[in-house]
């Protein structure tokens, strides 16, 4: 076949690596040029030549108007996921929602890992599934983080037991309707068969009309499962809420759903509450990073949607300087003005989407108008006090000033060292 891989990022270029290692006529293109064998430059007309098959990387746009008039040639337009389905051996897990997908993917492939069970990790994070094709083996459990731009393109891709753990507003930049970015997480339901699982978050109206999407058993999770302290799971009690190690009730609910799982592949409740005790927070979701001079830092970069960020600054009691801005996705940021009139001394804003954001906070704290994550993080240090808490959690992606989540994440972590260092001296 003569395929087109389009976007040379890790997931176009384990694509293409794959399609050539098999002999394959693979061509990569992308928006940016690329020093690759063969490579073309992305263009709408590029999409009119005579491809039979078109690879998407997650971060190219499905409904590109050269794509559309694709499909209708009877192109078949796939994304990476989708590529990776026939040569994925063992059973499939994925794991998707708006929130909390990393550190629940990360939180069941170590609860599995601990108790012995053969097991690898990628997806949306880590591994390209394309590359985890080449080392699955029959055996073995593959644990993906599914992202709306990954399940968007599916159609044969099986998960045996698929996860939601909640919808909220997130994307729409791309997706352009809330309902087409909820449609494009429950095709991960759709494509399930009888005899698999849907484990779903029952508190979140979207997920449980996911239920209606999958002849697969349902297993429900939700807030009910936390009470008198514990955390239950199949109505027994699982483990005390004071020993998860990482903070928030969102955090309890990710629990919740890597011990359904979990109970899915065999693994006895004891195991998982001694492997939950150990499981250490995602970089760059949550992350404590310092407490110098008694003002602590916490690195949230991954909290790229306002309601990430609600639940970010649900896992605090107050005394907050939240540093918050960055690309805006279409998001709604007027519903942060409560929790910040109650937890926040003062907002600091970076980024392009720093207008919008003040205007839709109005008089909800004080608003500093940083510009840039240096300058926020100065300000806010210069104006916490012992007893305070510095949080990036910026309800924005990070492609205006940043590579990544996780460039944002590692430079808001070197800005707080280089205080720290200098409060040592």
């Given at each position: 076949m003569k395929t087109l891989v389009v976007g040379m990022e890790k997931s176009g270029r384990a694509a293409l690596a794959f399609l050539?290692?098999?002999?394959?006529?693979?061509?990569?293109?992308?928006?940016?040029?690329?020093?690759?064998?063969?490579?073309?430059l992305q263009s709408d007309e590029l999409f009119d030549e005579a491809w039979d098959r078109i690879v998407l990387s997650p971060g190219v746009p499905a409904d590109l108007p050269g794509l559309e008039r694709?499909?209708?040639?009877?192109?078949?337009?796939?994304?990476?996921?989708?590529?990776?389905?026939?040569?994925?051996?063992?059973?499939?897990?994925?794991?998707?929602?708006?929130?909390?997908?990393?550190?629940?993917?990360?939180?069941?492939?170590?609860?599995?890992?601990?108790?012995?069970?053969?097991?690898?990790?990628?997806?949306?994070?880590?591994?390209?599934?394309?590359?985890?094709?080449?080392?699955?083996?029959?055996?073995?459990?593959?644990?993906?983080?599914?992202?709306?731009?990954?399940?968007?393109?599916?159609?044969?891709?099986?998960?045996?037991?698929?996860?939601?753990?909640?919808?909220?507003?997130?994307?729409?930049d791309r997706h352009h309707t809330f309902e087409n970015y909820a449609a494009a997480k429950g095709n991960l339901f759709r494509t399930q068969q009888a005899g698999d699982f849907a484990v779903l978050n029952g508190d979140d109206a979207v997920c449980r009309s996911f239920a209606e999407l999958t002849p697969a058993k349902i297993v429900w999770f939700g807030g009910a499962d936390l009470h008198e302290g514990q955390v239950w799971v199949g109505g027994e009690a699982l483990m005390p809420l004071s020993e998860i190690p990482?903070?928030?009730?969102?955090?309890?609910?990710?629990?919740?759903?890597?011990?359904?799982?979990?109970?899915?592949?065999?693994?006895?409740?004891?195991?998982?509450?001694?492997?939950?005790?150990?499981?250490?927070?995602?970089?760059?979701?949550?992350?404590?990073?310092a407490e110098i001079d008694g003002v602590r830092f916490y690195n949230d970069s991954k909290a790229t949607s306002v309601d990430a960020t609600i639940k970010a600054l649900d896992s605090f009691e107050g005394g907050l300087?939240?540093?918050?801005?960055?690309?805006?996705?279409?998001?709604?940021?007027?519903?942060?003005?409560?929790?910040?009139?109650?937890?926040?001394?003062?907002?600091?804003?970076?980024?392009?989407?720093?207008?919008?954001?003040?205007?839709?906070?109005?008089?909800?704290?004080?608003?500093?108008?940083?510009?840039?994550?240096?300058?926020?993080?100065?300000e806010a240090w210069r104006s916490a006090r012992p007893g305070d808490t510095v949080l990036l959690a910026p309800a924005c992606a990070s492609f205006d000033q940043f590579e990544s989540y996780e460039h944002r994440g590692r430079v808001f972590k070197e800005l707080v060292n280089r205080i720290q260092h200098g409060a040592d001296s």
């Open positions: 050539r290692e098999r002999g394959e006529q693979a061509t990569p293109a992308d928006l940016k040029l690329r020093d690759i064998e063969g490579f073309r694709a499909r209708a040639r009877g192109v078949e337009v796939i994304g990476e996921i989708e590529l990776a389905a026939p040569f994925l051996q063992g059973r499939t897990i994925g794991i998707t929602g708006s929130n909390g997908k990393t550190t629940t993917t990360s939180l069941v492939g170590h609860i599995l890992q601990s108790a012995a069970v053969p097991v690898q990790v990628g997806g949306n994070i880590g591994t390209p599934v394309i590359a985890m094709a080449q080392t699955s083996r029959s055996e073995q459990w593959n644990v993906l983080e599914l992202s709306s731009f990954q399940l968007e393109t599916i159609r044969l891709f099986r998960a045996q037991v698929g996860v939601c753990l909640n919808v909220t507003q997130n994307h729409l990482i903070p928030g009730r969102h955090n309890a609910e990710n629990v919740l759903a890597a011990a359904a799982v979990a109970r899915i592949a065999g693994v006895p409740l004891s195991a998982i509450a001694s492997a939950v005790k150990t499981f250490k927070a995602v970089e760059h979701r949550l992350e404590f990073v300087w939240v540093i918050l801005g960055g690309k805006d996705k279409g998001s709604d940021y007027t519903v942060l003005r409560d929790r910040l009139r109650r937890k926040a001394k003062g907002a600091l804003l970076i980024g392009a989407a720093a207008g919008k954001i003040a205007g839709q906070l109005g008089d909800s704290t004080v608003v500093h108008d940083a510009n840039t994550l240096d300058r926020a993080v100065e």
